[in-house]
């Protein structure tokens, strides 16, 4: 013998599935939430970590100018150009990205 499910009426699927959308929103908000306060944990840390990459590629960079300084003057040049092409390379890969983002 086979059960048929009761029918619902308009009003129970529109209380239904009001419910569900609530619940659905409900949900997104915590996850936004949720979102919000990972980065706000998280930027901290990763503006920081920043911060010591950039100190620690100027002191490479000092390091290096420093290193140069101590050569002949045709080292000097030969070391600059290549530390001149080095850099050029990191540029283009660096506005390479930016147009990507901006895009």
């Not at 997104?28 to 939430?33: K, M, V």
């Not at 100190?55 to 000097?76: G, L």
């Amino acid at each position: 013998m086979r059960t048929v499910a009761p029918v619902m009426s308009q009003e129970e699927i529109k209380e239904k599935a009001g419910k569900m959308f609530r619940s659905a929103q409900d949900l997104a908000s915590s996850l936004t939430d949720a979102a919000h306060q990972q980065l706000a944990a998280t930027a901290p840390k990763l503006t920081n970590a920043l911060d010591t990459q950039l100190d620690n590629a100027a002191k490479a960079f000092s390091d290096a100018i420093d290193a140069v300084d101590r050569r002949t003057a045709q080292e000097q040049i030969q070391l600059l150009t290549a530390y001149k092409s080095f850099l050029q390379k990191q540029n283009e890969y660096i506005e390479r990205r930016l147009r990507e983002k901006k895009e």
